[in-house]
């Protein structure tokens, strides 16, 4: 990863961000890559770096559950040019209470494409003939 891609503030292609595509409708945030299909959620825009997040309100988990489940949809692929095109992406999920005190963070190396399965077979093929490599040097 490119370090300068790490300060670039991640949002939707241009083609799929106009208020004419038909994601978009009834949707005030077109830039948004990440949507919550919950009507609580709150798309914001920290003003100094571009980034964008969405603060999702949780429930209590069901009794005898320790996880809450929570339907996220990411509205571009990584090949989108203009948009992510093909950048290294994470995703920074915080824990935090209402008062802003954060609990817990986790980020997560995320690869958005729209076939996985055959991606993710290309990528161990390649790994494997990488430690192969290793391996003979």
Known sequence: AEASDLKTPVKRCPNHARAEDLSNVDFAFPLHLIRFETETSLYCEDLKSGRLSVLVPLDRPQE?????????????????????NRRPLRVIFTLEDENSN?????VVDVRICCCPRRDKALEEERMEKHRENLRNV
């Open 64 to 84: 005898g559950d320790s996880f809450i489940p929570k339907l996220m949809k990411f509205m571009c692929l990584g090949s989108d040019v203009g948009g992510i």
């Open 102 to 106: 954060i609990f817990g963070r986790q």
